[in-house]
Nanobody, 116 residues
Framework: QVELLESGGGLVQPGGSLRLSCAAS????????MGWYRRAPGKERELVAS???????TYADSVKGRFTISRDNAKNTVYLEMNSLQSEDTAVYYC??????????WGLGTLVTVSS
């Protein structure tokens, strides 16, 4: 069982920045892929960014150049740095980890609201 604790969400004005954190209860070096998803009001959940254990990063087209995913292995934590936030980024953001054999786990989510 893997527990994921997200933090860093909140209310921010358009153009502002936030950094989300996801702390895992296990050694993240054993995890194949760590990622962030989001679900906006009235929309389906979508992949925002992912990072594999060999450093391969993937981003949704809508966040390329604005969001950066990174990890701190010593802290078993993955981050999502979000800059130039727009109202369209308003969503609940979920941390996800996936093992190479297919098992995956989700955090409870953290709400990001971009509004003036």
């Amino acid at each position: 069982q893997v527990e994921l604790l997200e933090s860093g969400g909140g209310l921010v004005q358009p153009g502002g920045s936030l950094r989300l954190s996801c702390a895992a209860s296990v050694n993240i070096l054993t995890i194949n892929t760590m990622g962030w998803y989001r679900r906006a009001p009235g929309k389906e959940r979508e992949l925002v960014a992912s990072l594999t254990n060999v450093g391969l990063k993937t981003y949704a087209d809508s966040v390329k150049g604005r969001f950066t995913i990174s990890r701190d292995n010593a802290k078993n934590t993955v981050y999502l740095e979000m800059n130039s936030l727009q109202s369209e980024d308003t969503a609940v953001y979920y941390c996800n980890v996936a093992y190479s054999y297919g098992r995956q786990y989700w955090g409870l989510g953290t709400l990001v609201t971009v509004s003036s």
